[in-house]
């Protein structure tokens, strides 16, 4: 871990000291640096903050509070992460309006149980673009949005600790913004517009990166989208629930497993998100025999070109039909 650590974070500052501090001229390789840094901002993401706000990335609590703060170097937030991630979508895994991972803008449709409009049509051709623009969304206005909305929904304490944190939200974006984007503006000689289509372009690739490796996990034709009851109650109890909403994929690639912390193994993660992600792959044929034992789904999207694929055919098929065919929206009742 502490070497995929240093690792990722070199690739995500060493990119932008070379465009602050040299003399470079040329837009292809300035836009190379930060897409360069772009992949290494993916990679803080989703190897080393999300270990770290699980509390997984080291036995240390005082380790993990410092390493998740790596999500604020790259322009979001941990504390807003924290409620969005852990409690929400892992609490909530696949239910609508009550999973942030997939209570989607107007134009964009993930639940078979959402609300389908007639852009829903084309969602699988314009997602990947919006996919994209996430992060940018991240750094500008969502952890805003989604800090306040939080708040009212009381999962945060009190006003005070509210104004704080919101306070602490503008900091570190500020913070952010000054190192990528306002020092390599006035210390090169590129017009801002071009260094602010560097940025962008560095954005976009790590939204629509991190966008794949989550999306494909749970937005499948695989993955179960369970309602509660009158009562608010779910048939499956909380593991069941995690098999039957979670997919992996490209289980056998060490090398993609290691660059994207695990999450080829979303399955292990959801069902033990306080174990490191380097034991993934030793505990999945554990928890595989478990699941087939006890007559319980493990669902894998074998390759991730075929996981991406799968998940084009959901954002397909959820664009087309208000509610897809029981066969889509698999159940184990």
């Known amino acids: ?27 292809p390789l300035l836009f190379g640096l930060y897409i360069l840094s772009g992949l290494g901002m993916a990679g803080i993401g989703m190897g080393v903050m999300h270990d770290a706000i699980h509390g997984s990335y080291s036995k240390n609590k005082t380790i993990n509070r410092i390493m998740g703060y790596t999500i604020n170097l790259i322009g979001a937030n941990d504390k807003v992460w924290r409620l969005q991630h852990n409690v929400l979508h892992h609490s909530f895994t ?5 999973d942030d991972d997939i209570n989607a803008p107007f134009f964009l449709r993930f639940s078979p149980h959402a609300k389908r409009n007639k852009l829903h049509k084309y969602q699988h051709y314009y997602a990947w673009f919006f996919y994209g623009l996430s992060t940018i969304s991240w750094i500008t206005s969502k952890d805003f949005i989604r800090y306040k909305r939080y708040y009212k929904m009381g999962l945060i304490k009190d006003r005070s600790t509210y104004r704080k ?3 602490k939200i503008i900091a570190w974006k500020l913070l952010y913004y000054s190192y990528a984007l306002v020092l390599p503006i006035v210390l090169t000689a590129f017009a801002p517009w071009t260094v602010v289509l560097a940025f962008l372009a560095m954005h976009f690739v790590t939204g629509l990166s991190i966008s794949l490796v989550f999306q494909t996990a749970h937005v499948s034709p695989n993955a179960a989208f369970p309602l509660p009851d009158e009562n608010g109650h779910l048939e499956s109890g909380r593991l069941a629930h995690q098999l039957e909403t979670t997919c992996n994929f490209a289980q056998k690639s060490v090398l993609l497993s290691w660059l994207i912390g695990g999450l080829t ?17 030793k505990i999945a044929p554990i928890v595989k025999r478990t699941a087939e034992e006890f007559g319980l789904p493990y669902h894998s999207n074998g390759s991730f070109v075929s996981a991406v694929s799968k998940h084009f055919q959901m954002l397909r098929d959820l664009g087309r039909m208000d509610m897809l065919p029981i066969e889509a929206i698999p159940t184990n009742q």
């Open 265 to 281: 193994h979303q399955i292990e993660h959801h069902l033990f998100p306080n174990i490191s992600h380097v034991h993934y792959r």
């Open 165 to 167: 944190g919101m306070m």
């Open 94 to 98: 696949n239910i609508d309006e009550h």
């Open 1 to 27: 871990m502490v070497f995929k650590t240093a690792i990722m974070l070199l690739l995500f500052f060493t990119p932008l000291s070379i465009i602050i501090f040299s003399s470079i001229t040329s837009v």
